[in-house]
């Protein structure tokens, strides 16, 4: 396929098309419609279900219908959509049920406002929803990483058995940027034979249920999962360090503050001044193992976010008092601007 | 080294919106790197849409524009208030003077008013007048060429606007020749 120019919504769309996708059930909300609108037209053609639902309760029910029954299956929707949807996020995970879930983020908390925003990092990364569970959270930059990352997210659903979030934000899916999917065949399903599905009555009837009045059988269940979260934890992070060996501070961002972090980055540079990104590309698990290999160089570390600090908890945890870690942000739907970044660096490390 | 931070504006329905991705899109068929973000607000009828469009030579970082747009387009009266101060010190502001009744206050860059609405009346449809303005955007600027705007004009808008593309590539040509011979109101 040639390349092509896509908002970050439709490149999401058509990568979970192309990326195998059976099954849709969304309910409208801004900044995500794109999503919605594009799979309305385009499932249907492609033999799929798009379903949408009465409301984001419903949809993320028939995501659990349609995952216990075998299907790849998607929902997507923006923060307060996302907020009502973790009773059964929390079931999704304890039902070990698989299924792609993106948050294209805007301004919170409650109903908030429609422009960009990563205020939901703690009701991704720290379980919105009940229970000792955790959900791989891929955040993508780019159009073109927006793509691959639903690509990606579908298999490791289906590795894990688990819900896998897309953490975008209001700016990613609003905005064009080019866009490439190659010639590459969706990859196929993963087998499941727990599926609940019609078998002649050839085996045991499959069962999916998430209530388990015995506690040592719900420890065991909690302890078995958490041995998958561990392997998660072992194999999964992903990262990108830009300008990082040679700073002297190192800023961490990731979706699209990152991209405003590069600009101030660049600016940075023209006064002399060697800053680094981090930007984490898995925001759980969060990549440790940059912030305990920085250099001698590194004398400080900025967290910069389009809220009131949340990754932040992260970074410390990662930088574990090593080196003094701060915080820039801004909030409620306000995108950064770069030079607002470079004050608070020159601010930080004393230079005018 | 091209690095244009655009501005579009106007009333929803002059095509701004079209204006920008034809020329982020003709900018992604040259493989320059290019953005475009729309403003996606709770806009009121009658008040400004706007989008924020970057052709660069290296990947684009921000695709928001802060005060820093090296041209401005603005296509209605609201549009050239709202943004005169976007466009950066020594940037271009292109005004469709057909419905503006005043030009920029600022001394530090060059502005052209361009009767946009009433040439591309002349051309056959003042639907086009965003794309007078495009043409004399790439006069002055060079971004990309006419020829790209057009192979594009064919990916954004299908099969179902061939039709419609005479008009636009005449609309498109008359833009770039008629800048010629418009006087820049210039930096004191």
Redesign the interface.
């Known amino acids: 396929m040639a390349?092509m120019?896509m908002k970050g919504n439709e490149a999401l769309a058509l990568a979970a098309i192309r990326g195998g996708c059976t099954h849709y059930f969304g309910y409208p909300i801004?900044?995500q419609n794109e999503i919605t609108e594009y799979l309305a037209r385009e499932m249907p053609k492609a033999g799929r279900v798009f379903l949408q639902a009465e409301s984001e309760i419903a949809a993320i029910n028939m995501v659990v219908g349609a995952s216990a029954a075998g299907g790849r299956v998607m929902t997507s929707s923006s923060s307060p959509g996302i907020a009502l949807m973790q009773e059964g996020i929390s079931g999704l995970a304890a039902a070990e049920l698989p299924c792609v879930i993106v948050n294209v983020q805007r301004g919170g908390p409650g109903i908030g406002g429609?422009?960009p925003s990563q205020a939901d990092y703690y009701q991704m990364t720290r379980g919105g929803g009940n229970g000792d569970y955790s959900i791989l959270a891929l955040a993508p930059a780019t159009v073109q990483e927006s793509a691959e990352m639903i690509r990606d997210a579908f298999q490791l659903a289906d590795k894990y058995r688990s819900p896998v979030f897309i953490a975008s934000d209001?700016?990613l899916g609003?905005?064009?940027?080019?866009v490439e999917f190659g010639d590459t065949q969706p990859t196929l399903m993963a087998e499941k034979p727990w599926a609940v599905v019609g078998h002649g009555g050839k085996r045991k009837p499959n069962t999916v249920k998430t209530l388990a009045l015995d506690p040592l059988v719900l420890e065991e269940m909690n302890l078995a999962r958490q041995k998958k979260y561990a392997q998660m934890i072992a194999t999964e992070i992903r990262y990108e360090n830009f300008q990082v060996d040679t700073a002297e501070i190192v800023l961490c961002a990731y979706g699209s503050t990152s991209?405003?972090?590069?600009?101030a980055i660049?600016l940075l540079g023209q006064e002399k001044i060697a800053a680094g990104l981090i930007r984490p590309q898995t925001l759980w698990p969060f990549p440790d193992a940059p912030f305990q290999n920085l250099s001698k160089k590194c004398r400080r570390v900025l967290c910069v976010e389009m809220s009131c600090g949340q990754m932040i908890d992260d970074v410390r945890l990662a930088v574990n008092g090593r080196l003094p870690v701060d915080f820039f942000g801004r909030t409620g739907g306000i995108?950064p601007?770069?030079?607002e970044i470079v004050g608070q660096v020159k601010l930080l490390l004393g230079r005018k | 080294m091209c690095n244009e931070k655009i501005l579009c504006a106007g009333f929803g329905g002059q095509g701004v919106m079209s204006l920008g991705q034809l020329l982020a899109y003709a900018g992604m068929i040259e493989n320059k790197h290019v953005t475009w973000m729309p403003s996606y607000g709770p806009e009121m009828r009658g008040g400004t849409a706007y989008c924020s469009v970057m052709v660069s030579d290296t990947p684009v970082g921000s695709p928001i524009i802060n005060n820093d747009a090296t041209c401005v387009i603005a296509m209605n009266q609201p549009s050239l208030i709202k943004f005169e101060d976007t466009v950066a010190p020594g940037g271009i502001i292109l005004i469709n003077s057909s419905l503006t009744d005043s030009t920029v206050t600022r001394e530090d860059i060059t502005a052209y008013n361009i009767p946009a609405l009433d040439l591309a009346t002349e051309c056959g449809n003042g639907q086009a007048a965003n794309m007078i303005l495009l043409g004399a955007y790439l006069t002055i600027t060079k971004t990309v060429l006419m020829t790209s705007v057009i192979e594009a004009f064919k990916k954004v808008f299908g099969k179902k606007a061939e039709k419609l593309l005479p008009l636009n590539e005449k609309a498109l040509k008359k833009g770039g020749d008629i800048i010629l011979t418009i006087e820049s109101v210039l930096p004191h």
């Open positions: 390349k120019l801004t900044p429609i422009q209001g700016m609003q905005m064009m940027e080019p991209r405003i972090v590069k600009n660049d995108i601007a770069p030079e």
